[in-house]
Nanobody, 120 residues
């Protein structure tokens, strides 16, 4: 069994930045595609970014140009740099790992989530 632990969430003003981290407990996660999802109150969980095991990034249109996903396989960690944050980015952000870049259900591993709140 593996584990994903997110960190870096918090409260930020609109226009500000945050960097989320997702630490994987096992080196085998380096062979997984990694992704970030978010869930706002009353809404379904949505995909926002993914990075393949080889480093190719993918983004949802809602965050393209503002968010950057990256991974450091030596540290078993995936990052989500979030710039130009908007109040509508407020959500619980989840890290995920999956063997399929499509991240179709059921996803192999989920983190516990970290809250991001953007004030206007």
């Amino acid at each position: 069994q593996g584990q994903l632990v997110e960190s870096g969430g918090g409260l930020v003003q609109a226009g500000g930045s945050l960097r989320l981290s997702c630490a994987a407990s096992r080196r085998t996660f380096n062979t997984y595609h990694m992704g970030w999802f978010r869930q706002a109150p009353g809404k379904e969980r949505e995909f926002i970014a993914a990075i393949s095991w080889s480093g190719n990034p993918y983004y949802a249109d809602s965050v393209k140009g503002r968010f950057t996903i990256s991974r450091d396989n030596a540290k078993n960690t995936v990052y989500l740099q979030m710039n130009s944050l908007k109040p509508e980015d407020t959500a619980v952000y989840y890290c995920a790992a999956d063997r399929r870049i499509e991240f179709s259900d059921p996803i192999d591993y989920w983190g516990q989530g970290t809250q991001v709140t953007v004030s206007s």
